[in-house]
T-cell receptor, first 115, second 112 residues
Framework: GAVVSQHPSWVICKSGTSVKIECRSL??????MFWYRQFPKQSLMLMAT?????????EQGVEKDKFLINHASLTLSTLTVTSAHPEDSSFYIC???????????FGEGSWLTVV | DAKTTQPTSMDCAEGRAANLPCNHS???????VYWYRQIHSQGPQYIIH???NNETNEMASLIITEDRKSSTLILPHATLRDTAVYYC?????????????FGRGTQLTVWP
């Protein structure tokens, strides 16, 4: 079945630095991918829609300059958390659907801890 | 915003059927009902989806009421590994396919 993979699974970074998380669709092409954030004991919150070859669309309240999204190919989207701070520590999850599909598949998630 | 309402938590004995309800009274005619589950510290796992007919796959069954204002996810023989948060989501599969708005979901605990 369709598989979406994220890397890294977990990362620790120093406050003020930037960290990049990758999301790959392994056996299908995804013109659109999605990024979510989940704080402990809370539900997933949609952050942005990543569009291959064009700018990402951000949900209200999500800073586009803080969370840079690049979708350079049909199988890869990246989320860069710039100038990370402890409050950015969270579980980041991506999802994707095949161009002709009706089902959305999620990655395993990436834990970010900013110290 | 999430357009669904689910109970916060439910318990189920191992081997018994788990019936998870979901209210989506404002669902529109072109919106599908999707179910996902999330085991702790993992990404959500797709379970099943439907429009108006009941659906069944190897994981579960989905029963949608005739007026489509509510649905029930049925895990026919729950196991300990089914312990997870279950999310019911509506989506029109059009331009918003993939833009899923999660509610709080139902924490299902399966006990021995």
């Amino acid at each position: 079945g369709a598989v979406v993979s994220q890397h890294p699974s977990w990362v620790i970074c120093k406050s003020g630095t930037s960290v990049k998380i990758e999301c790959r669709s392994l056996d299908f092409q995804a013109t659109t991918m999605f990024w979510y954030r989940q704080f402990p004991k809370q539900s997933l919150m949609l952050m942005a829609t990543s569009n291959e070859g064009s700018k990402a669309t951000y949900e209200q309240g999500v800073e586009k300059d803080k969370f840079l999204i690049n979708h350079a190919s049909l199988t890869l989207s990246t989320l860069t958390v710039t100038s990370a701070h402890p409050e950015d520590s969270s579980f980041y999850i991506c999802s994707a659907s095949a161009s002709s599909g009706n089902t959305i598949y999620f990655g395993e998630g990436s834990w970010l801890t900013v110290v | 915003d999430a357009k669904t309402t689910q109970p916060t938590s439910m318990d189920c004995a191992e081997g018994r059927a788990a019936n998870l309800p979901c209210n989506h009274s404002t669902i529109s005619g072109n919106e599908y009902v999707y179910w996902y589950r999330q085991i702790h510290s993992q990404g959500p796992q797709y379970i099943i989806h439907g429009l108006k007919n009941n659906e069944t796959n190897e994981m579960a069954s989905l029963i949608i009421t005739e007026d489509r204002k509510s649905s029930t996810l049925i895990l026919p023989h729950a196991t300990l590994r089914d312990t997870a948060v279950y999310y019911c989501i509506v989506n029109d599969r059009g331009s918003t396919l993939g833009r899923l708005y999660f509610g709080r979901g139902t924490q299902l605990t399966v006990w021995p």
